[in-house]
């Protein structure tokens, strides 16, 4: 069993950064894969960035160059380093992790808008 709870979500003007975490239990998460995904309102949920075990990072084409995630296995923490920020990055967030079965996350609300 896998507890996720994600943190850092909030307003951000456009260009503005926003740093997202995902605190995870039940599970040592050097062990298990990790990812970001969002969904914005009528929309279906989207993968956004992907880190495997052996630290390997994929990031969807609509946020390369501008989103990093990263993990701090010493903390049991995912992040997601947000930058260069815009409005139709606007929605929820969820942290995801496969171990012995897909576990999300709550979901944290990311609005970006003037």
């Known amino acids: 069993q896998v507890q996720l709870v994600e943190s850092g979500g909030g307003l951000a003007q456009p260009g503005g950064s926003l740093r997202l975490a995902c605190a995870a239990s039940g599970s040592i998460l050097s062990n298990i894969i990790m990812a970001w995904y969002r969904q914005a309102p009528r929309k279906q949920r989207e993968f956004v960035a992907g880190?495997?075990?052996?630290?390997?990072?994929t990031v969807a084409d609509s946020v390369k160059g501008r989103f990093t995630i990263s993990r701090d296995n010493a903390k049991n923490t995912l992040y997601l380093q947000m930058n260069s920020l815009k409005p139709e990055d606007t929605a929820v967030y969820y942290c995801f992790a496969r171990a012995d079965n897909d576990y999300w996350g709550q979901g944290t609300q990311v609005t970006v808008s003037s």
């Open positions: 880190i495997t075990v052996s630290n390997r990072t």
